[in-house]
């Protein structure tokens, strides 16, 4: 299981970043653990991770929230349907997310790598991961929930 | 190969020789490996001082900006002047429509060369001709503006004209006037407002009516708050709306005697802000183009280094093409380093933050005093 100073550079870096780039506040819900496959919204970013943690993050919010989020991105651009600039934003986001949770980690010592970020549409998305438990860190926002995976465990030495 | 301090090492240079840890033989990293910001991390944390780098292989869009540039900064500067002759020329009445034609017919040949190197030129400004620099650079953002509505070669030419001589009528005002530092005095913001009626005045008689209305109606706006007749919506030119955005914007990134410039970012802001004086379809245009990081923007990448949007992506606003200047201490680059943001190696990088205005400045200018030979600026 993923100890607590692994997952708490995800959960600052998604506050820190969120509120830049979308002037939103988070608030971090209850967490879980859960058993792969992760059950997606409407719409899911996937992250690889490889290094001294390997797994991947999935981060999962529905289209209502994601078209907030990107409008905001967009400097107030309103995008009325999730088209391709509103995509690039999630994406966008979630890649800024795991590159500052990366840059915290490597601060304590621990190294990875992260894959662009594969964005998944369709409520009906299912991953199934290599690790097989999962942590959930729901985010509440005024703007609806959006919920972290992360599947990841540390590289057997 | 060329050696380099591990400090102004960026991610995506290439080792030219295996970098062993020190005083174990061991190899950390092996020749030809492509550096990520967690390789640096390692050589850093290893106290290693130098490491042996390949020197980039310029691709062949670099080898053609490093030729077209220093041809469009001089068509750029001798725009800039030739515009001054011809608005000189028209106060003595010898104006010729061919020097007007032949100048838009330049900017758009340079345009459809490449319009992010134009648009790179209209961050070079010089305060002393501000009034010819700003007509040469708001007729290249409504040529862009106008291209992206989907004009043709003969409309873009009318318009490109028309946004030339916008501000013509400010030749009816006193240098003192609109050269001065301070506040105007509502008499001297009287006589300013009329330029655009004193513009069409000069016009008539010389050029279309398409041209007239546009230096009468540019600061006319789309929610009927313009000046001098108040005009609203479809009332206004449909050139005169484009060229009152190319206009404010321009106005907004150069200094001014009563204010510094702004950054394209906070231009861009301020314009969203009141976007009710605009017309909504021609500033979404605008907006698309310019993008969220517009060409001229100083950033810093989540690694530290500090560079200048030099390029946009359409589709990927978030990832442009940037100029790096400085390393992760701020200390100047040996030569600017060009960095796509949208290629899959440099994913893991992003543009942490735009710098303030100020920055802005001072930046620039240490940027083109030492890089004066390279026009990318």
């Known amino acids: 299981m993923l100890k607590a100073e692994f997952i708490n550079p995800f959960i600052g870096a998604a506050y820190d970043i969120i509120k830049r780039v979308t002037e939103i506040e988070a608030t971090k819900g209850e967490l879980s653990l859960a058993n792969s496959p992760v059950r997606g919204d409407e719409v899911n970013v996937v992250i690889g991770v490889t290094g001294d943690l390997k797994g991947q993050i999935i981060f999962c919010l529905s289209e209502a929230t994601a078209l907030v989020f990107a409008s905001r991105m967009l400097m107030n651009l309103t995008t009325e349907t999730f088209n391709e600039l509103a995509k690039s934003a999630i994406c966008e986001m979630a890649n800024m997310i795991l590159g500052r949770a990366v840059t915290s980690l490597s601060e304590r010592g621990y190294f990875c790598t992260l894959t662009p970020p594969a964005l998944l549409l369709g409520k009906n998305v299912v991953v199934s991961t290599q690790v097989l438990k999962f942590l959930v860190i729901p985010l509440e926002t005024k703007y609806g929930p959006i919920t972290i995976n992360a599947a990841l465990q540390e590289k057997q030495a | ?377």
């Open chain 2, 1 to 377: 190969m060329q050696t380099i301090r591990v400090g102004q090492l960026v991610p995506g240079m290439i080792l030219a020789q295996d970098v062993l840890i020190p005083r174990t033989g061991v190899t950390l990293l092996p020749m030809n490996t492509v550096l990520t910001m967690e390789m640096i991390r390692r050589i850093n944390s290893f106290s290693i001082d130098e490491v042996y780098i390949k020197v980039p292989e310029r691709s062949d869009k670099e080898k053609n900006e490093e030729i077209l540039a220093p041809v469009m900064a001089e068509t750029h500067e001798k725009s800039v002047a030739a515009v001054e002759r011809v608005i000189t020329n028209f106060r003595k009445d010898s104006f010729t429509q061919e020097a007007i034609d032949g100048l838009v017919g330049d900017l758009l040949e340079q345009v459809e060369m490449d319009a992010d190197l134009l648009l790179n030129l209209t961050h070079m400004k010089s305060y002393d001709n501000y009034l010819f620099s700003h007509a040469v650079n708001v007729s290249i953002i409504s040529i862009l503006i106008g291209e992206q509505l989907g004009y043709e070669k003969e409309e873009l030419n009318q318009l490109g004209v028309a946004a030339l001589l916008h501000d013509i009528g400010m030749l009816k005002i006193s240098v003192e006037t609109w050269r001065k530092t301070g506040t105007l005095t509502p008499t001297e913001y009287q006589e300013v407002r009329k330029h655009p009626e004193y513009g069409a005045e000069l016009l008539a008689g010389n050029m279309s009516s398409e041209i007239q209305a546009v230096a009468a109606q540019h600061h006319e706006r789309y929610d009927g708050s313009g000046y001098p007749r108040g005009l609203k919506g479809s009332q206004i030119n449909y050139k005169a709306r484009i060229v009152a955005l190319a206009d404010v914007y321009e106005a907004c990134i150069s200094d001014r005697p009563y204010r510094e410039r702004l950054t394209p970012q906070e231009a861009i802001k301020l314009i969203v802000a009141n976007q009710e004086g605009f017309d909504p379809q021609i500033l979404k245009v605008f907006l698309l183009t310019m993008a969220i990081y517009p060409i001229g923007t100083f950033v810093r990448l989540n690694t530290g280094e500090i560079g200048k949007v030099i390029r946009v992506s359409k589709n990927q606003p978030f990832r442009p093409i940037l100029s790096l200047y400085f390393d992760r201490q701020g200390e100047l680059l040996g030569q600017p380093i060009r960095l796509d943001l949208s290629e899959d190696v440099n994913h893991l990088l992003y543009i942490e933050e735009t710098l303030s205005a100020s920055e802005h400045k001072k930046l620039s200018e240490r940027v083109a005093t030492a890089f004066s030979n390279r026009p990318w600026g």
